[in-house]
């Protein structure tokens, strides 16, 4: 593997941010609409560690949907502090809703993309893949779903001993839409829709098979690696037996819903318990929370009292009704950023400031992710003949 030689600055955010000096760093950006800017509270704490932005010293930037935007502003030479800003400058804009009765459901797409396919050209222009990388010395790994050849689309380009990606030539504003294209929020670009659709909602995994087997070889190799995931936080959905089989409402939208947001957070949990798990020998650090209040009692109290959605003043007062957040929910923005700046808090108080996996716990998961424990209960119903011959069968 090609050594990284490392300036003056370099060095010292890798010994802020305890990484060995032989690793390439990947940041991995997860998926999840206006909850983006929970990730970038993070972000900018890691920058501030560091004493300098993290496209000067870190080497791949991986993303989808909102995480791929994040990833690609980073590729492209923004600091998370910029980012932040057009963050709040375009969320109100981009969920701009495509008339008075367009509707995820009967009438999608809910939004229209106009505004943010103005703002992309405002600030990244017509620079290519390949543009932003050789520029920034940096690498690029952002997923898509093709719908027309029926598969994952991974938006790549890597400098090796040669610049190479089947789409380094693409335009990066055209990449950052195909990421964010989630439908019934918003319209195909062609045939591409967020990258969210697949497995790869948090792309990990599919980023360090890229970098380490196929368009990154002869820069990454394992267990040369530092990888910092983050994740927009998870709600968590316990579904009651009896929910299960009536939910409230119409069937297929209760169950859209579900397997939308389910199918993504299990990949997700997958590959970040594959990690844990020592299959890939690496330096892995994964930061999530669960939108509960039991996941927000652990966080540091913060003041809530100017926002107005709610009558909670302090983040422990919020209800889980509060934290239902949907990924285009704009009038919870600035309770996503709170949260982030809470988790940000969080991560410093131990004084671990990046520096360690978040999974202090009895079985190495997530610390501030809540897990339901009732497999007691059913255990003893499941080896019960008379209780499966008691259930509905339709």
């Not at 972000?43 to 004493?51: F, N, Q, S, T, V």
């Not at 199918?263 to 299959?279: C, E, H, K, N």
């Not at 209960?377 to 509905?392: E, F, L, R, Y």
């Amino acid at each position: 593997m090609a050594l990284k030689t490392l300036t003056p600055a370099q060095k010292t955010a890798y010994k802020n941010l305890n990484i060995d000096p032989k690793n390439r760093i990947i940041i991995s950006l997860d998926g999840g609409g206006i909850r983006g800017i929970l990730t970038l509270q993070m972000l900018k704490k890691m920058e501030e560690i560091a004493g300098i932005p993290l496209n000067q010293f870190c080497d791949l930037f991986a993303g989808t949907s909102t995480g791929g935007i994040i990833a690609g502003l980073l590729a492209s030479g923004h600091s998370a502090v910029e980012i932040e800003q057009l963050y709040i400058q375009l969320v109100s804009k981009v969920f701009l809703k495509r008339g008075l009765l367009a509707n995820r459901f009967l009438n999608p797409p809910a939004y229209d993309k106009k505004n943010y396919r103005v703002a992309l050209e405002q600030v990244l222009g017509d620079a290519t893949l390949k543009d932003v990388c050789t520029k920034n010395n940096v690498d690029i790994f952002i997923t898509s779903k093709d719908l027309t050849d029926n598969e994952e689309t991974y938006f790549t380009c890597f400098n090796t001993t040669e610049v190479k990606g089947t789409y380094q030539d693409a335009l990066l504003r055209t990449v950052l839409e195909a990421t964010m294209s989630a439908p019934t929020y918003f319209s195909p670009l062609e045939r591409f829709v967020d990258g969210g659709t697949t497995t790869y909602n948090n792309p990990s995994l599919a980023a360090i098979m890229e970098a380490v087997n196929y368009d990154g070889v002869g820069r990454y190799s394992l267990p040369n690696i530092t990888m910092f995931s983050f994740g927009t936080g998870k709600l968590v959905k316990s579904v009651s037996p009896q929910q299960a089989a009536n939910p409230g409402g119409i069937d297929a939208y209760f169950w859209l819903n579900y397997v939308m947001d389910e199918s993504s957070q299990d990949a997700s949990t997958m590959q970040v318990d594959l990690f844990r798990a020592g299959i890939m020998k690496l330096d892995y650090r994964r930061f999530q929370i669960s939108f509960d209040t039991a996941a927000i009692q652990k966080l540091p109290n913060l003041d809530i009292t100017d926002l107005h959605f709610t009558n909670a003043n302090n983040l422990h007062s919020l209800t889980d009704e509060d934290l239902n957040v949907q990924m285009d929910d704009v009038s919870k923005f600035d309770l996503m950023k709170t949260i982030g700046t809470a988790m940000t808090q969080y991560i410093m108080d131990d004084s671990s400031q990046f520096q360690r996996d978040l999974n202090n716990t009895p079985h190495l998961r997530d610390e501030l992710v809540t897990a339901f424990d009732n497999v007691g209960t059913i255990k003893a119903n499941v080896t019960n003949s008379g209780w499966i011959d008691s259930q509905p069968s339709s």
